[in-house]
């Protein structure tokens, strides 16, 4: 059982950048999981966002949703079983729900994919 724990979202203008965390309570180490984040907006389906796969050692490879890419950036921080969203030139199309995600296994851009969820963060992007 993993507990994922989002945090960091928030009310913030279009263009302003915001960094959201991702831990877990549960005592696994998610340097051991792929690792990734989804969002969903109002009347739309969960979306991939990002994903960080772990190819072996603290090597990862990162993979972002061409609506994000160049302005997200994903990314961990090991000691401290941590992984972070970095957002950068906020827009207003980026308001969602931001959901922390992890698979023991490999993640891809599907949902079905995430073995483990986290409750969401809200992240509201005003014009």
């Known amino acids: 059982q993993v507990d994922l724990v989002e945090s960091g979202g928030g009310l913030v203008q279009a263009g302003d950048s915001l960094t959201l965390s991702c831990t877990t309570s549960s005592g696994r180490s998610l340097s051991r999981d792929a690792m990734g984040w989804f969002r969903q907006a109002p009347g739309k389906e969960r979306e991939f966002v990002a994903s960080?796969?772990?190819?072996?050692?603290?090597?990862?490879?990162?993979n972002y949703a061409e609506s994000v890419k160049g302005r997200f950036s994903i990314s961990r921080h090991n000691a401290k079983n941590t992984l972070f969203l970095e957002m950068n030139s906020l827009k207003t199309e980026d308001t969602a729900v931001y959901y922390c995600?992890?698979?023991?296994?490999?993640?891809?851009?599907?949902?079905?994919?995430?073995?483990?969820w986290g409750q969401g963060t809200q992240v509201t992007v005003s014009s």
């Open positions: 960080s796969n772990r190819i072996g050692g603290n090597v990862y490879s990162t």
């Open positions: 995600a992890a698979s023991s296994s490999r993640l891809g851009e599907a949902s079905h994919d995430v073995e483990y």
